[in-house]
């Protein structure tokens, strides 16, 4: 590596692959993909928000997501671990290439600082991954070379810290569209310091966000879920996706996220995992004045196309229903569903592709792998996260002004038939009665405000990868899945056999393989 | 000696000392010239000398004879069988030994005992023909082999080192040498008999020596056969072929959601008329070939293993000329087989050309040279032998489903969009689609030589070889409407082509001599092997057409931005000396001592070199004074050795990290353009300079005993195997990435073995004789060491149907104090009966009553993956051969029987036919088994019971009567009146009859080419994931000598 070091294109080819590993999928055919995906959706089945899906015996192992029986040998667990590390090795040595670069060239100190503080960021972001997985992970320098490391110290410090010393290094402005900036660096540390319950300190980095002016949210909720809307001026991080780019399997595509996708004879052909549960399509109902209804408690059935209640458009560009326009593609058919009711009768939509998006040429997946960008952090998630913070800091009415403002921006567009972007109130739409409304009401009481606040990110950002996370840190996971668990298992008779969560399900268990190869160092996850 | 005599005619007939039956075959020369001829059938011979000349008369097993001929014109002969066991000469490790020296274990196989076996590759008839020798392959033409010498010594290759007339050659197919060619072949076993050949034989040595000429007259041999061939047993006799049958298999699938229950099998003995769509009505104008196929319920139920196959052709034809004279003598040989797939559309071609000759250049000097051609064109099934993944074209077959037809209504491919019927894509038209999708190898090896006797006794000999592969393969993905998963409407093509060349150059001194009874002698040598190798693939999607004739990479032709191309290489090299002393005292006392020094580009320049000593010794006990009143034993010798070997089979340039990429794998779009991606460069194999030669130590001893005046030979050896510092590469912590991880020397393995053979002869009178043989081989495996850290590594998926077990990455294991490739899992303990029973097992996944109990191993009350055990082993206790001839006048009938036993098989395509996962076609008696015994109801929602568990355990131990040969030498008048030397016409049966208990298509698993990247074999064995069945044969042939 001191070639890779004697130019800046060598440098900058280091600091490429440890972006690389945002996709997840590194080509190594020993990991799962669907465990390395960028949405986490394998550890999303544990939510409530979507189910395995396929059909018994597809993906046994993510079946025990769904019961609360993972374990730490399950391959998805292993490959999350390794893809996450694989991160952490690239920045590191795009950090050392850099250094390196330096010693030669002592006065291309921006260059330098750029690719560092990039490469320090995307350390931050990948231990930041582990954090949200497993709790309590060892932390890896660019000094560091025993792979036996401890996992002793609070991780959270750590990832700020290094997001700290990121953003001292950082320019102003992203250099290229997929990179990292100050900005971004600062979203990421607010989301670390909310994650570490410093809610003041997060407020802050949110603020400094906010008041940028870098960021606002797009004009139509979908602009963030189609190709076209590809880093728009919502979208603060995600992974830059491509396809028919020399690589003829697409291990740039969405590649850990092909499975989620219809299946049959829809234009995808595969695989019909990630299916929306029947409480995720509930959440959507509003009331007249087009706020949420709470689905706590209460009995679910299939949300048809002609079915009179009211609901949030939001519904329908997260959730496929058959009879429904799916994209641009014509009606969702139940043919569409795999395992025809094992699983429910919902596909995912977020992460579909639309007819325009490109897709691999070849391959035995080619028709479900596009270059639509997996959204990391979008601005409206900075918002409902300030929010929080706002909560926690007693500003309710600011956190409802917040809310309010991702609620009025969601009732400018709906799924239509001519177009996946009509009028909310368009005559073409037929199979449900829109209607999204603002909280009118000052807030007053603190935790009617945060269960608002909770909702709306529930809602916004549904399917997105941050529920199961969200239950954990929020410390409501065994209350919101014991609930909802009974509810959906009166539709998904397997559901019948799901284990009771508990305290241990606040972390997912480090990887059996992992244990045993750190001669003792690693400590399993408590209940493992 | 007069000059001027005159020649004149001799005859005679040469017989056995022993019991007066004539001797056919046997050489009588004149000594001193090339004037030479052999006894006919009867044993007699004529042939012209001069008077006071030698007549030298020899055959193999006796004493040769001299006789200074006088005046007369008859001259019969008795030979006496040589009591001191058998002159013959061994062609082994750079010297040709007399087989009665060799001390170390060593099996010679003669090719006349393969004759008329009908393989791609003669290795595949080896297993049981020669003791301590295990072989896997498969039904499918062409397919590599592997063959295993007394167990498994490594994780990564085990395949042995074949020397070809000196080139050596590490190939698992084999599929490139006319059988016929093969003069013999011997097995090198132990490390007194490999260690000469060092670095690359410590998995064994299999040395092949080619037909050479004669001299004497001009010989033109054709040996021709045509054979016809099915399955041992078909698929159709394990998986279910009835619609009904199905359907209700369906029913119960899904019985507590009667619901679910797909729509064609709702209503009991009524399939619905339509399958696609389910209905009993469809409207048929809506028909669409690539959206809306429209297909009829096979209502008695689609047989697609009959549909999927025929008998298959095999020819094989081959012609020889051979002759010489005192000064040259020469080989040339063509062939050509032909040999069909018993799946449709698949084939296997070979075509070779061989040539050698050898030339005396004055009275020292020897100059000789081998050389071979030979070209393959095979269309297989992709996924080769026992390998089967769940898209290969035998996977889609075991999930194939009798109601789906095999076409649809208007007599496109029988198609199914939904899952409903089964996740299978319709096997006849894949077949009908990889038709063209060939390869071709192509090989050209040879060797030329010298050898120079500087003076009697020392002989200096040069040789040099050289090897060069060139394969190619081509691939064309159809658009497919009749695929489950939606349809695949992008066509693709690639192709792919590789070179492989190495030579070898060797130079040898050789000095034998005996002082009165002292025989001494001495090799020195010096060796030094270069091998290289390039490949080069590409890619393109998107042809405008599909016809065959546009099957190019040009962009112009297809979608530009769906190109993709590759190309690696690497090289290595290995620079050896070495030295091997032999000594006898009066043939009773033998000893041998071999060292051997490599080193190799593989490992970094100061660890680079490895010493592998060997040492042996032989007592002919039965010379021995005090044992000649025991007037049974013929002879008797007691063999010992030990010795080290080197192994440096891991990748090239290990010692180094590499840094690389690819753009899937390192570059990203971090322009966001969606389809041009930025250059990445990561570390992508970390190395590890320390690595050092794995070497292991074996040790031998055995005996060679001949009693009865030679009637029965018996041979016996007992060895152990240790092999240390063996090369690995254990999977780094996680948190090194990615990368692949460095060979280290982190692991140890055993085996522990004896190989028994015991053949008797007897020949009866003049018209009949008959011959049997035994052979007995065992060996034990055990792990001794993984790493540093663990006693234990999962096998890498192979990509089989057993990774759909819920649990399937840990269903092999290789653990510290078990053999390599244990199986892994639950044990079994009847089935589920009580909620408490369902609760206490939760931790295996979603359980239900009726469902797989499996046992709480540690006692803690609950069932968990804490309870998973080793339950199984796929290495047989005993494998051996049993051989039996007769003669009888013209007539040779033989019979070849090998058996297995004690092996387990894990029947990992049990995950599709009986848990009918994606809806699978299922057993044929899993309704009447289901719920009873350690059968689970068959039950949708239970993912308890697909973990893998001593379910999927089955015996694998079966007998085979695999070659029964009846051959008819045709009379020597009728002969003559043809103008032919010998004819003879056999019929020959391959696979006849297998004995089993196994229920599976066929207890011979292949595991050549499974296991991470079908490479490293030895650790994904003896698991059954649509295992292509071996072939049953029969073959008419004749061979003809002019």
């Keep these: ?528 | 000696t007069s000059a001027f005599a005159q020649a004149r005619k001799i005859s005679g007939k040469v017989v056995d000392a022993g019991d007066g039956v004539p001797v056919p075959g046997a050489t009588v020369l004149v000594k001193g010239t090339t004037k030479g001829t052999a006894t006919d059938p009867d044993g007699n011979y004529s042939i012209e000398a001069n008077s006071g000349s030698t007549l030298v008369f020899s055959f193999v097993g006796y004493k040769s004879q001299e006789i200074v001929l006088g005046n007369q014109s008859i001259l019969n002969v008795s030979l006496l069988t040589d009591a001191q066991a058998l002159q013959e000469i061994v062609i082994t490790g750079y010297q040709q030994l007399r087989k009665k020296d060799i001390t170390g274990a060593v099996t010679i196989v003669n090719s006349d005992e393969l004759k008329g076996v009908k393989s791609s590759s003669f290795i595949q008839n080896l297993a049981g023909r020669a003791t301590g020798l295990t072989v896997s392959t498969s039904g499918s033409p062409g397919d590599a082999t592997n063959v295993r010498i007394r167990g498994i010594s490594s994780f990564t290759s085990n395949d042995p080192l074949y020397v070809i007339d000196g080139v050596p050659v590490l190939d698992k197919y084999q599929n490139t040498i006319n059988p016929n060619d093969i003069e013999t072949m011997q097995v090198l076993k132990d490390a007194s008999a490999a260690s000469i050949y060092g670095s690359r034989a410590s998995n064994g040595v299999i040395v092949i020596t080619t037909k050479q000429g004669k001299s004497g007259k001009a010989k033109l041999t054709y040996n021709g056969s045509i054979g016809f061939a099915t399955a041992v047993k078909g698929y159709d006799k394990v998986l279910n072929t009835s619609s009904e049958y199905y359907a209700e298999a369906m029913r119960r699938k899904f019985g507590n959601d009667p619901t679910a229950v797909p729509a064609f099998a709702q209503t009991p003995g009524k399939l619905t008329t339509y399958i696609q769509p389910m209905a009993n009505s469809v409207d048929l104008n809506t028909y669409d070939p690539l959206t809306n196929q429209i297909s009829l319920t096979n209502q008695a139920g689609t047989n697609w293993w009959d549909e999927m196959t025929r008998i298959a052709q095999v020819h094989d034809h081959s012609i020889n000329l051979s002759g010489g004279n005192e000064v040259s003598v020469f080989n040339v040989s063509a062939s050509f087989l032909s040999q069909e797939g018993i799946l449709n559309h698949t084939v296997f071609n070979r075509g070779t050309i061989r040539a050698n000759s050898s030339h005396k250049i004055g009275k020292r000097l020897k100059i000789g040279e081998n050389l071979m051609y030979a070209g393959n064109y095979g269309v297989g099934i992709g996924s080769s032998g026992g390998n089967n993944n769940e898209g290969g074209i035998l996977g889609e077959l075991i999930k194939a489903t009798p109601v789906v037809p095999v076409y649809d209504i208007n007599g496109g491919p029988g198609g199914h969009l939904t899952a409903q019927t089964g996740n299978f894509t319709n096997p006849t038209q894949r077949l009908i689609d990889n038709k063209n999708n060939n390869n071709t190898y192509r090989r050209l090896l040879g060797n030329i030589y010298a050898e120079f006797d500087i003076i009697s006794g020392l002989k200096a000999r040069t040789n040099f070889g050289s090897d060069l592969g060139n394969g190619w393969s081509r691939g064309f993905t159809y658009p497919q409407p009749y695929r489950v998963e939606g349809n695949k409407t992008a066509n693709s093509f690639n192709e792919n082509w590789n070179q492989n060349y190495s030579w070898n150059w060797t130079n040898t001194l050789q000095y034998n001599k005996a002082f009165g009874e002292h025989n001494v002698g001495v090799l020195v040598g010096q060796e030094a092997v270069a091998s290289k190798g390039r490949s080069i693939s590409g890619s393109l999607a998107n042809f405008f057409v599909t016809d065959i004739n546009a099957w190019y990479l040009q962009t112009a032709l297809a979608d530009p931005a769906s190109r993709s191309v590759n190309s690696s290489g690497g090289e290595s090299r290995l620079s050896s000396y070495f030295t091997k002393v032999d000594y006898s005292f009066n043939d009773k006392y033998i000893l041998s001592a071999t060292v051997r020094r490599d080193g190799s580009s593989r490992f970094l320049s100061d660890v680079r070199y490895g010493i592998f000593p060997a040492f042996s010794a032989g007592w002919r006990i039965s010379q021995e004074s005090f044992m000649q009143d025991l007037t049974w034993l013929s002879d008797l010798k007691l063999r010992a050795s030990y010795g080290e070997l080197g192994n440096q089979q891991l990748r090239d340039y290990n010692f180094a990290s590499i840094y690389g990429g690819s753009v899937g794998s390192t570059f990203y779009d971090i322009n966001g353009t969606n389809s041009s991606p930025s250059t990445g460069y990561a570390l992508r194999s970390r190395g590890n300079a320390g690595t050092v030669w794995e070497s292991s130590i074996n040790k031998n001893i055995g005996f060679d005993a001949s009693l009865f005046n030679n009637a029965i030979n018996v041979v016996l050896d007992v060895y152990t195997r240790s092999t240390n510092n063996l090369l690995f590469n254990p999977q780094l912590p996680g948190t090194a990435g990615s990368s692949s991880p460095p060979f280290v020397n982190v692991g140890a393995m055993e085996n522990k073995g004896f190989d028994l053979s015991i053949s008797y002869r007897k020949k009866v009178n003049n018209d009949l004789g008959f011959n049997a043989s035994v052979n007995l081989s065992h060996y034990k495996n055990t792990v001794k060491s993984v790493s540093g850290d663990n006693d234990f590594f999962y096998s890498d998926g192979s990509g089989g149907l057993n990774g759909r077990l819920p649990n399937g990455s840990i269903s092999i294991i290789n653990k510290v104090g078990y053999p390599i490739s244990s199986f892994n899992g639950y044990v079994v303990d009847g089935l589920l009966k009580t909620e408490a029973e369902v609760a206490a097992q939760s931790g295996t996944g979603a359980a239900y009553i009726g469902g797989l109990k499996f046992k709480d191993i540690n006692g803690d009350g609950k069932v968990n993956s804490d309870d998973i055990t080793i339950i199984g082993n796929p290495h047989p206790k005993l494998t051996g051969g049993v051989n039996l001839a007769v003669n009888y006048k013209n007539f040779d009938l033989s019979a070849f029987v090998f058996g297995s036993l004690g092996n387990d098989i894990f029947t990992g395509y049990w995950i599709q036919s009986y848990f009918m996962n994606f809806n699978s076609n299922v057993l044929n008696d899993i309704l009447e088994k289901e719920g009873t015994g350690n059968y689970p109801k068959i039950n949708q929602l239970d993912a308890s019971s697909r973990n893998s568990s001593s379910f999927y355990i089955q015996k694998g131990s079966y007998l085979r009567l695999n070659n029964l040969q009846l051959s008819y030498n045709l009379s020597n008048d009728l002969v003559k009146k043809l103008g032919m030397s010998n004819a003879r016409v056999y019929v020959q049966g391959q696979n006849l009859l297998t004995i089993t208990k196994y229920i599976g298509t066929d207890p011979a698993i292949s595991n050549a080419n499974i296991g991470n990247s079908g490479q490293y074999n030895d650790t994904s064995m003896g698991v059954d994931n649509g295992n292509y069945p071996s072939n049953k044969m029969v073959n008419v042939g004749v061979s003809l000598e002019f």
Excluded at chain 1, 128 to 133: C, G, I, Q, R
Excluded at chain 1, 220 to 226: L, T
Excluded at chain 1, 489 to 498: M, N, T
């Design chain 1, 1 to 528: 590596n001191s070639t890779l070091a004697s130019n800046q294109n060598g440098v900058n080819s280091t600091l490429i692959s440890a972006y690389k590993g945002l996709v997840g999928w590194t080509g190594n055919w020993n990991e799962t993909a669907w465990g390395t995906a960028p949405s986490n959706w394998v550890f999303n089945i544990a939510s409530d928000e979507f189910h395995k899906g396929s059909e018994p015996g597809d993906g046994d192992s993510q079946l025990a997501f769904e019961l609360y029986q993972w374990n730490p040998s399950d391959g998805d667990i292993r490959s999350k671990w390794i893809a996450t590390y694989e991160g952490v090795v690239r920045a590191n040595s795009a950090i050392n290439t850099a250094n390196d670069y330096l010693k030669n060239n002592p006065a291309d100190t921006k260059f330098v600082n750029s690719v560092i503080g990039q490469a320090t960021f995307l350390r931050a972001y990948y231990h930041f991954e582990a954090y949200k997985v497993w709790k309590n992970a060892p932390y890896y320098l660019e000094s560091d070379t025993d792979f036996k490391k401890a996992n002793d110290k609070p991780m959270l410090p750590l990832i700020i810290a290094d997001l700290e010393k990121a953003i001292g290094l950082l320019p102003a402005n992203k250099e290229s569209v997929g990179r990292a900036d100050k900005t971004v660096a600062t979203a990421y540390l607010g989301k670390a310091k909310l994650y570490n319950k410093d809610y003041a300190g997060a407020l802050a980095a949110f603020n400094t966000v906010i008041s940028s002016g870098k960021y606002k949210l797009s004009d139509c909720f979908y602009d963030n879920f189609s190709i076209e809307g590809d880093n728009n001026a919502e979208s603060i991080f995600a992974v830059q996706n491509s396809v028919n780019d020399g690589d003829g399997d697409g291990g740039n595509s969405n590649f850990g996220e092909r499975l989620a996708l219809p299946h049959g004879d829809s234009p995808y052909g595969c695989c019909g995992f990630k299916t929306p549960s029947f409480d995720l399509a509930y959440s959507f109902k509003v009331d007249s004045k087009g706020l949420p209804i709470s689905s706590k408690g209460v009995a679910l059935s299939r949300l048809t196309n002609t079915s009179t209640d009211l609901v949030d458009p939001r519904l329908d560009y997260t959730i496929g229903r058959t009879n429904v326009p799916y994209l641009d593609w014509g009606v969702h058919k139940d043919s569409w569903v795999r395992g025809q009711g094992y699983m429910g009768w919902y596909s995912p939509k977020k992460n579909a592709h639309s007819k325009t998006a490109s897709t691999l040429s070849g391959s035995w997946s080619g028709a479900q792998l596009s270059a639509l960008n997996v959204e990391l952090m979008r601005y409206s998630d900075v918002l409902l996260m300030a929010a929080e913070c706002e909560v926690e800091a007693g500003s309710l009415e600011k956190a409802r002004e917040y809310v309010n403002l991702i609620r009025k921006r969601a009732g400018n567009c709906a799924q239509g038939s001519s177009s996946p972007k009509v009028a909310m109130n368009a005559a073409e739409i037929t199979w449900a009665k829109y209607n999204v409304g603002i909280y009118d009401a000052a807030w007053t009481n603190k935790d009617v405000a945060r269960d608002a606040v909770r909702l709306e990110r529930k809602l916004e950002l549904a399917t997105e990868g941050h529920r199961i996370f969200d239950l954990q840190r929020w410390g409501i996971l065994e209350a919101t899945i014991s609930d909802y668990s009974v509810r959906e298992a009166k539709l998904i008779p397997v559901l019948l056999q799901a284990q009771k969560p508990t305290a241990k399900n606040y972390a997912f268990p480090i990887p059996a393989t992992e244990i045993s190869r750190a001669s003792g160092k690693l400590k399993q996850n408590d209940g493992y």
